[in-house]
């Protein structure tokens, strides 16, 4: 690998940007020295716990306190009136109370908080807190919400977006034609790390809290409205993150511990259990979704119609931009002259949805995926040849209007997954290869394989307008006898490895391998959520802008060190050098007492929002594309699935951690094939069935077949480094590829994800 | 109640244990000990995963006073001071650790896969670490790590 430096090509720098160095927390997780926010400990801290709504809408008519607050060592219990600033929060509406005041929306909404010298003695006093409720009828079907006579849950009616697309004509006439209504059911991030933080009251009227979340300067901003206070009273800092995948997106416990800290004076630490953390987040909007697909006899789009439905919950969150991404990216990675889309997010009282990996995109592929392969049985074509027929490539203009101005190697992608070697049949020797496994319930009869393939499509970075923006800061100095560069950021780690990234964006700038990565927290700008796959574009773009003004003041002073000009000089590992002369000093020689420090707001080029009748508008910043080939193994006479292979292609635009870009692509496909045959929240009336491992099933090793991976790196000349955002797209078409496979083992239709047992036999 | 028991090889007692409390609780707020983890509490992820006098537990499921007189060793009680165990280190170097939260679980199960079986087969160690669930990773790089593991023992 080679890269540029001020005009001039040197060798790539050891441990920098497109190689895998270790990550600079590894070494702690395996100790288990890690500080999570569930593992903080602060001497005479509290512990809080929450009293939530056992129903999924009522009225609240009363609230009594009085045998909480009585128990010993309970030092706080605090309702709606306790608030003292605006009691809502939200990410794109402050819809949602702090504690809940005149009615609660959600099975799970919390109503009252108490903290107690024991997280026992804090649970105990919660159950002695009386609440009476007049319990309402709860809306719990998005497509009631939208068109039936039901129940307004907030002021405005129950949609809280619709976003049409119109492109081309509108009542097309097409060959062939395909219909199907397709469900996706409702999935769990299920972050293993539970939401949790401590709060520590200053003593002054403020707060310092040490939290696990996406977002902390968005975290911050509800906070602060909600306690009435200024930001430069409520200073975050993000605590070790377990997981997010877009759970972490909104608040949890976030307002309450800050609230029982500032009431009690004490630090107050807050750690929910599984089953509260199933009601202690938002989850993957599920989906109603009709599609009409048309095309001529040899399999040419001719039009989509679709009518989508994201059922939001009982609070808004970020369902309206959940509801944009499904709409502009309905019709798929396919060029499609006529669209015709409607999709609506709505409120309903089941549990609140909001931002999950994939983010509207996924609901969109199990439904376009699922018609293009009706579409090619209608055709009598492959299912990866009526893709490549009608496969977008660079240029390819969107639905939206937005024309693709870098590559979209969606046929490549197929291609290269045809190309990949289908694994041997299964053997049934072997217990352990066969669908159901050590339980022994088959010996290989009525054990039927199926292939499949799907691609997705999806958005990176925010957008629709979004003012998208990081903030970094690079400070280089000679820190004992070595050059050594600190990065600050407020960018949060949450396990994808973005501080090892940093640490590789300095090493290929500024050529010095020591570089710290300093905790995350508000006392820097911020640096936009972690999510839509978009740190390594932003903050990595951010720290590399910041990086190159270092190295800019850096060279200057180097030129009046060493008397030469700015011009010739050029960093090369560690060394200042020039054309001529070749290396001149060592880097540290040149600092002296020397330090640099420049701090930058780092943006990706400028969206638009979409037309509110029509959905035109060049509305996203960069298309990330993945494909994926799965075998199943299915026990047809049992309905037990075992997926056999997952192979996944994806062009990143320039892996900048090889490993890690890999790890993203097996952990993100695992998520879809969760939600392709296992995972799913059971709502009953508004009320979680299963709000524990026990019962929602997450993949574990034993499910999870072996992978072949590709990585394409076909580089996006407006991105930092050519990259393209890699968390999100392996998400994607992993679930309707192996649902595809089940469809192909057992000829079933297969509407609905997780497909279950009884849906097969 | 007072619980008395040995944690990497240490004897520690922790008083004022609530009769409910457990093991994995006892670790991880009174001996200062949060490396074994809390993801669900109710024995099914394995973050917790602790040898209870050399058997692999998850110590979520044991009561603190279960543990009386008993040797406890944790992820914490695996490294040789600064020397990583060789299964911590594959980790690191396979990039198996992605958010970390399963690991610590992980890496006691699998070290005690390769004590009774020093050169699994992907089918061994897939049935060894069924009961831990990993959120990040989708298990390929734990099984390279575990490989590679058995290689450097």
């Known amino acids: 690998m080679t890269s540029t430096v001020a005009g001039r090509t040197t060798a790539a ?26 593992d903080l400990w602060h001497e005479d801290m509290l512990w809080g716990a929450t009293l939530r709504s056992p129903h999924p809408h009522a009225r609240i008519t009363g609230v009594d306190v009085s045998a909480a607050v009585a128990v010993p060592g309970v030092h706080a219990v605090l309702t709606h009136g306790d608030v003292p600033g605006l009691n809502r929060y939200g990410l794109e509406h402050p819809d949602q109370p702090v504690l809940a005041d005149d009615v609660v929306r959600y099975r799970g909404e919390p109503v009252a908080v108490v903290a107690a010298d024991h997280p026992e003695t804090a649970q105990r006093a919660m159950k002695l807190i009386e609440v009476t409720y007049d319990e309402l009828e709860p809306v719990t079907d998005a497509e009631d919400a939208v068109h039936g006579d039901v129940a307004e849950l907030h002021p405005g009616g129950n949609v809280v977006r619709h976003a049409p697309i119109r492109r081309g004509e509108q009542t097309p006439q097409a060959d062939v034609v395909v219909t199907g209504r397709y469900e996706v059911g409702m999935q769990d991030q299920a972050f293993l790390g539970p939401e949790s933080g401590l709060a520590v009251p200053d003593g002054h009227g403020g707060v310092d809290l040490y939290v696990a979340t996406q977002w902390l300067h968005v975290d911050q901003q509800q906070i602060v409205a909600a306690l009435g206070l200024t930001p430069e009273q409520v200073r975050l800092t993000l605590a070790g993150v377990g997981g997010a995948f877009g759970g972490r997106e909104d608040l949890s416990m976030q307002i309450h511990a800050s609230l029982l800290a500032l009431y009690t004076g004490k630090p107050v630490k807050m750690v929910y259990n599984r089953e509260e953390s199933f009601y202690g987040h938002v989850h993957r909007h599920p989906a109603t979704m009709y599609y009409e697909h048309g095309a001529t006899r040899d399999g040419r789009l001719v039009h989509v119609t679709a009518r989508i439905y994201l059922d939001g919950g009982a609070y808004a969150s970020s369902t309206g931009a959940v509801v944009g991404n499904a709409a502009t990216l309905g019709v798929g990675p396919y060029d499609v002259p006529n669209v015709s889309i409607d999709c609506w997010g709505t409120y309903t009282n089941n549990p609140p949805c909001g931002a999950m990996r994939g983010f509207g995109a996924v609901q969109a592929a199990f439904g376009y995926e699922s018609q293009m392969d009706k579409l090619a049985d209608a055709c009598g074509l492959s299912p990866t040849e009526i893709r490549r027929r009608n496969a977008m490539s660079e240029g390819t203009v969107m639905p939206t209007g937005q024309t693709v101005d870098s590559a979209a190697p969606v046929a490549e992608l197929l291609d290269r997954l045809e190309g990949m070697p289908l694994p041997q049949p299964g053997s049934t020797a072997d217990l352990r290869t066969l669908p159901g496994g050590v339980s022994n319930t088959t010996h290989g009869e009525g054990v039927v394989r199926g292939v499949g393939y799907a691609v997705g499509i999806k958005n990176i970075c925010f957008s629709e307008g979004f003012d998208d923006y990081s903030t970094a800061r690079v400070r280089l100095a000679a820190v004992g006898g070595q050059p050594a560069v600190t990065v600050q950021t407020a960018a949060a780690e949450v396990g994808q490895g973005l501080v090892t990234i940093l640490q590789q964006i300095i090493r290929t700038e500024l050529g010095v391998e020591q570089v710290t990565i300093l905790p995350m927290d508000t006392s820097i700008g911020s640096a936009g959520s972690t999510s839509a796959s978009r740190q390594s574009y932003m903050t990595g773009g951010a720290v590399r802008a910041a990086a190159l003004k270092v190295r800019g003041a850096l060279l200057s002073h180097a030129a009046t060190r060493l008397s030469r000009t700015t011009a010739e000089l050029h960093l090369d ?22 330090e640099f420090d420049e701090t930058v707001e780092w943006r990706h080029r400028p969206t638009e929002a979409l037309d509110p009748e029509t959905g035109r508008g060049n509305a996203h910043v960069q298309y990330g594309f993945a494909a994926h080939r799965a075998v199943v193994d299915v026990d047809t006479e049992l309905g037990l699935v075992k997926v056999v292979s997952l192979d996944c292609v994806q062009d990143v635009g320039k892996a900048l951690n090889p490993q890690a870009v890999v790890g993203q692509i097996q952990g993100g496909s695992a998520q879809g094939l969760g939600l392709a045959v296992m995972e799913e929240i059971q709502t009953e009336g508004g009320v979680i069935r299963n709000p524990s491992f026990t019962d929602y099933l997450i993949p574990t090793v034993l499910d999870m077949p072996p992978m072949n991976i590709d990585v394409l790196e076909l580089a996006d000349p407006h991105a930092p480094y050519g990259l393209r955002g890699v968390g999100e797209p392996p998400t994607i078409s992993s679930t309707p590829a192996i649902v595809a496979a089940i469809r192909a083992a057992t000829g079933k239709e297969l509407l609905r994800v997780p497909v279950r047992p009884d849906h097969i036999v | 109640m007072r619980v008395n028991l040995t944690v990497n090889g240490e004897r520690r007692r922790a008083d004022d244990v609530w009769e409910g409390e457990s093991l994995l609780y006892v670790l991880r707020e009174r001996l200062g000990l949060p490396g074994s983890k809390n993801a669900c509490e109710q024995g099914e992820c394995g973050s917790c995963t602790v040898y209870l006098d050399d058997v692999p537990a998850c110590a979520c499921l044991v009561a603190a006073g279960q543990a009386e007189g008993r040797e406890v060793r944790t992820v914490e009680g695996l490294a040789d001071g600064d020397a990583l165990d060789p299964v911590q280190q594959s980790f690191v170097d396979a990039g198996a650790v992605q958010c970390g939260f399963c690991t610590p679980g992980l890496v006691v199960a699998a070290h005690d896969l390769l004590r009774r079986e020093p050169d699994p087969s992907d089918e061994e160690i897939r049935e060894a670490l069924a009961g831990n669930l990993c959120r990040c990773t989708g298990y390929e790089k734990i099984l390279d790590a575990v490989h590679s593991a058995a290689g450097a023992r």
């Open chain 1, 13 to 38: 720098t050891a441990n920098g940007v497109g190689s895998s160095p270790a990550r600079p927390d590894g070494t702690r997780k395996v100790r288990g020295e890690f500080a999570y926010s569930s």
């Open chain 1, 573 to 594: 590992g560690g060394k200042l050098a020039s054309v001529a002369d070749g290396v001149l000093a060592d880097l540290v020689d040149v600092l002296g007492e020397a």
